[in-house]
């Protein structure tokens, strides 16, 4: 009986640990039987199985798909069945992924925002009038706002009308205007102040969830 015992340090390693050992060795089965048409009703009973450990992936458009794309994976590549898709190969598994495009990689004034920027660019393509006007105060105030949050010290205008001119690539320039930003007690007064629990509760309990 003791000598029966199998530690899982002895085991072989699995190559989607996710699925579990016993799927694991129903695809060695498969892999280990010689007749072609054993291994095809084999794959497809696994198939099955695995559908049914992953009811969550049904509503998935390619579920069968990614199926049959782990399933030969977890046989190393080595399945030889006839498959409904393109068998994947061992290339393809470990290659590198693109690199992805961030925008706004080193932002100078990272306080205000990369929606602040693109809010700047929509202004810079509207025709000049009112809305425009009321779009541009608006961007203002909320790039006032943002720096408050940032830096608790007040702000002069100037300084936010100065970094909106350098945004906006010199397109948006209030630096002479005699528009006045809102205050900022106006800007903070609906932000709410962190309380801290005085009851001592443990947990948060009693408090009021929504």
């Not at 990272?110 to 009038?129: L, Q, T």
């Amino acid at each position: 009986m003791v000598e029966e015992i199998e530690y899982n340090t002895e085991r072989p390693q699995l190559i989607i640990p996710e699925y579990g050992r016993h799927i694991q060795k129903m695809v060695d089965h498969a892999i280990s039987l010689t007749d072609r048409e054993a291994r095809n009703n084999c794959a497809k009973s696994i198939i099955a199985v695995m559908g049914n450990l992953n009811p969550h992936l049904r509503d998935v458009s390619d579920f069968q798909h990614k199926l049959w794309d782990q399933l030969f994976i977890i046989s190393d590549f080595k399945l030889d069945v006839d498959s409904p898709f393109p068998k994947p190969s061992r290339e393809e598994l470990s290659e590198r992924p693109g690199s992805l495009d961030y925008p706004q990689n080193h932002p100078k004034y990272r306080f205000y925002g990369n929606n602040i920027k693109r809010m700047i660019d929509v202004a810079n393509s509207w025709e000049e009038g009112d809305m425009k006007e009321g779009l541009i105060m608006t961007i203002a105030n909320h790039m006032k706002k943002s720096f408050l949050n940032w830096n608790k010290d007040t702000v002069e205008d100037d300084v936010i009308f100065e970094h909106l001119y350098e945004l906006s690539g010199g397109k948006i320039n209030l630096k002479n205007s005699d528009e006045d930003l809102s205050n900022p007690e106006d800007l903070l007064k609906n932000k709410k102040p962190f309380k801290k629990n005085k009851g001592g509760n443990k947990g948060g309990r009693n408090r009021k969830r929504y």
